[in-house]
């Protein structure tokens, strides 16, 4: 199985802030990379499928990049709505696997 | 609206047996590739299972591999996950989630989720 890992696992930002997270794949998945937002209580939130692109109806303010085997979402001015925990996952192999999570909260 | 809608979660004991259902409405379900995704309480996602758009092909995780069973009624636009030999392990909420891509060969994701449904396994 491919392992997914997030740095940071948690992170205190304020409004307005630049947030980056990073998830790196055990082996290189291409751009076979899809990220997600979850809020307590909530089913999880696609935001950006591909590596980089912008699944509709999601801020432009998230954004995300990377190929093979390192990845990045960031969040260019972090809006109160956007504090929540953060997913990556990859879809090359069966079975897909999820990171263990970024949490982000308000500083 | 695109919708997914699970139920059938509750309080089973350990060894014991339960059948989730996940209804779908807003897109033409017997198209689409569907997936089970489970969250053990204040953890991370974890992948379940999965069937393909006519129900021929499936797979599953290793941890339920033998004990849950991934089914679906493109009649009635519902997925099916049957759970036996339940598990305390098993304790999660339980989300479906319908799989999304450009082409078959290449990147899928998970889009739209059901709200979950909570399984909890204990005596």
């Known amino acids: 199985d491919i392992q997914m890992t997030q740095s940071p696992s948690s992170l205190s930002a304020s409004v307005g802030d630049r947030v980056t997270i990073t998830c790196r794949a055990s082996q290189s998945i291409s751009s076979y990379l899809n990220w997600y937002q979850q809020k307590p209580g909530k089913a999880p939130k696609l935001l950006i499928y591909?590596?980089?692109s912008l699944q509709s109806g999601v801020p432009s303010r998230f954004s995300g990049s990377g190929s093979g085997t390192d990845f990045t979402l960031t969040i260019s001015s972090l809006q109160p709505e956007d504090f929540a925990t953060y997913y990556c996952q990859q879809s090359y192999s069966t079975p897909p696997t999820f990171g263990p999570g970024t949490k982000v909260d308000i500083k | 609206e695109v919708q997914l809608v699970e139920s059938g979660g509750g309080l089973v004991q350990p060894g014991g047996s339960l059948r989730l259902s996940c209804a779908a409405s807003?897109?033409?379900?017997?198209?689409?590739?569907m997936h089970w995704v489970r969250q053990a309480p204040g953890k991370g996602l974890v992948w379940v299972s999965r069937?393909?758009?006519?129900?021929?092909?499936?797979s599953y995780a290793d941890s339920v591999k033998g004990r849950f069973t991934i089914s679906r009624d493109n009649a009635k636009n519902t997925l099916y996950l049957q759970m036996n030999s339940l598990r305390a392990e098993d304790t999660a909420v339980y989300y479906c989630?319908?799989?999304?891509?450009?082409?078959?060969?290449?990147?899928?994701?998970?889009?739209?989720w059901g709200q979950g449904t909570l399984v909890t396994v204990s005596s």
């Open positions: 807003g897109f033409t379900f017997s198209s689409y590739w």
């Open positions: 989630a319908r799989e999304n891509y450009y082409d078959s060969s290449g990147p899928n994701w998970f889009d739209p």
């Open positions: 591909a590596a980089s």
């Open positions: 069937i393909n758009s006519d129900g021929s092909s499936t």
